[in-house]
């Protein structure tokens, strides 16, 4: 019997008219394994949930609310899968507390839907044990307000673990004169580069270099669709799950 | 204690003519914790292996002989780096009962020795997982005379692999109309193009595509000198890996 | 005082239900020198754009009505934007002759109202002088049904004028085995190869090489938006470009 | 006649033994229109060039004497193909009115005989009137002293001079954050980024973008034979540019 024979697992979303929320109703809505049950906007109540009976719910609201919403749904024995951001070490142990009292809920907080965006870090930090140099490229829309990117800060401090386990030390460098600081931003050791160009969305390059070599990982982000793979990947995932996992890699098979 | 305290680890070159074999002694010179003590060209004895002390030895020579040195090595308690391709299978299996009674020694075939692309057929397995889309582009220098790659044909396997593993299906394509082929190659399902272009050597760039979502992995090869990396951890890491390894793979930490 | 102070130029779109016409009647609206005066969809009368007071119309209707709606365009003295395909030359013939009496109006035809491509064909042209080597590779969406794209069949042709003019001979090749064709299409002389990828719209890279030395020109759409620069560029300078004009080259400043 | 058959052109290289003096000995000889009747070296008297019945002198030597060799070739009439950087507006000056004196001698002084280099920068001002944001990345070996290239200098002044001459305003750039300096330097109004890797030689990445698109430019230097075609198209031409050309780009076709 396939998933798709099997009833099809029942999906809430929270921040339903948000884009982000939109765009997971329309996901849920053409996956043939999954049916959604119920969408709440700002001001719904969450019984709305469980009168739907939903058994997995997908939270894409704002920081001041989640973590309300998520203690409510662990105590309603539905699991979670989160993509707002603004979780803090408290509100993370707070969550665990709770959920080790929960027999078998599952929680999944991603920072990052996008599988692309998980393999590339992950990748760079396998990668960058063996190559004595290592840049990151960041490429965004002209909007964005900050620079780097978290996704670059990410990728950076993966790069650096990864330099330590292979036993490296600063990447080479003999620059003596940038005026304008061209080299751009370093974070843990390694250089960031931001990009704001019209016309892209949201954009990584990682960049390894060795003798007579070049190692580069690559992602691309043209829509906000490509975070949907990740977010179904967490539903469908998340009762097989129990406890809390931060960060979509717990759920990938990337031996 | 750090590895360049101890005594250096005796090396031996054989095949130390060619270019692969010359570059291979210039590494081993230059790495401090290594030290070359013969180079063997065309028609010098063996025995000069034994005579040296050398504890490894690189075999950079051509198909009609590497077997019958490696068996000469294993007799002898000497460890080999093979970076001659050519093996059969039955050649394989006569090495690994040689090893089975030769207890400690190691040997490591590589058909590739560059790092990096190793790197990029491990990770094209595990994204292959995730993405809907995948093709090869294959990109050497305008006097190679077989297309694809080997390295290509061996990503195509891996990828193959990776979307057999994940549940995919065919690839999409909705091509009616290639009169001169314009699509290239399909190795395992996957579509492989060559570019053949001077100035440069060699490269691979393997696209993954899904909604919205682009992920990418390239690997450039500029010089020789990118195998040499690989050479020499395999020098290094050749007497704890005891038996017979196949692919630089096994000795990287991949996980 | 500027464009945007003058009276808006007064243009009518015809084909405004299609996606191409509908993002044109927003690019129209959008720009404060024009001022969008008519839409018309299939079956309204023309006369609507003689009403109007239209100066300029978009023609992005289909190939069986293009031509007429031109010719009455040109017969009431509105000058015209075309961006439909599949004119013939007995067309373009009859419309050179009928423009010849026609004082002032200008017609634009454009296969192709990215910037961007045309810019890629013109500067491949240029630097196909310098090169030893030239290749093209195309990307798109995987619901193309033909290969490979018209954009890199006038772009090879482009190549082989620059070829030609620089007298160069053939691309160096010496790919003997290629069982599956992965070298890929032969047009015009250049290899051209043709991906297929999910998340894609079109792209186009040229590679070209010499010896140490490679140069790219790489043109990405990622959405119909990219061709409206392009319109409007056309739909402002159309009536100081009177007679007709084919290719939206001719209107830039390329020297 | 081709130009093979005419009696080759007699050339002479001053700094024959520094690398780009070796470079283009081994570039001239290799060219069968040309010949190679002198190679002077440092301390070297320049009457070998007369006494070898030169017609064409390459200076590849440095700042301090490049001046006084070029002097002496004009007064001998040799036509001058000059590589070696450091001329004053001064120099360039007094070489002018020498030359206005001097019937028929041409001297090419090009800063960089990178083909691909001048074809980019004129590329790039010509696309910069039609794209609302532009940046630049460059990229190089580790051991560069300094950040970013005078390549990417003279790049970014292009783009300035495209986008003024297509009336554009500032690149759109909304970042308010960017406490490390991620968004690289700012010259001429353009962003800078340079990358420093291990295994990169010279490379130049020119990126444009609008509404749904992008267009790049990209140049690589794997190799100083990547400058000699620009070399020998200098020695070939010199003849027929009497006076004094500053930058290979007066040499090219380039309309």
Redesign the interface.
Known sequence: MTAAEQSPLRVAVIGAAGRMGAEACRAVEAAPDLELVAELGRGDALDLITEAGAQVAVDLTVPSVTAENVRWLVEHGIHAVVGTTGWTEEGLDALREQLAGADGVGVLIAPNF???AV??MR?AE??A?????A?I???HH???????SGT?RHTAAAIARGRA?GGLGP?????????????????DGV???????????AHEVV????????????????????F??GVLLGVRAVSSHPGLTVGLDGY????
Chains 1, 2, 3, 4 share one sequence.
């Open positions: 996008a599988i692309g393999l590339a990748f396998t990668a044990r063996y190559y004595e140099s840049e490229i960041e490429m002209p909007n964005k307000v900050d620079a780097p670059a386990a990447v080479p460098d003999a620059t003596e004169k940038d005026p304008e600081g061209a080299r751009g931003a370093i974070v250089h960031v580069h931001a990009v704001r160009q019209r016309g892209l969305v960049q390894f270099g060795g003798p007579g070599e070049q190692f580069q990982i690559r992602h691309d982000s043209f829509d906000r669709a490509s949907m793979p990938l098979e990337l031996d």
